[in-house]
């Protein structure tokens, strides 16, 4: 079994500047799940770390939930349900980069409409099966 330290998520780990965001949401693929959705892409970027390691984003819009405390609560599940769905991304990232490196960039934005958060278990869930649906989807 893995460690927390082990599963725990680096910053190197998260999409981090303006021109990296913008080229995941213009040239990336999505898949949509019940109330989170994934969009996804192969991008170069100068990575002194672990190139089998996918960098994450995740979003939760104002618009969807106007309150703070809420949408830091969403952010942390999503980060949460990713920490324990570690393997499985790692495993997309092999899969959609192969060794020409590139980086498999992630975002994960929060569609939910209702008034209830989801719980923990749905986010882990719903993370599952996007990765599942990445690693299976073609190489671009």
Known sequence: MKTARQQSLKKYEIVRGKKYISTLFSSGRSIRGRFIKAIFAPIDIPVSGNLHLPMVLYVVGRKQRPDAVDRNRIRRLMKEAYRHEKPLARRCAQRLTGQEGRILCMAFVF??????????????????????????????
């Not at 719903?126 to 073609?138: F, M, R, V, Y």
Request: aromatic residues 4%.
């Open 111 to 140: 569609t939910g409409r209702g008034s209830k958060i989801p719980s923990q278990e749905r986010f882990r869930e719903e993370i599952g099966k996007l990765l599942t649906s990445i690693a299976a989807s073609d190489k671009q």
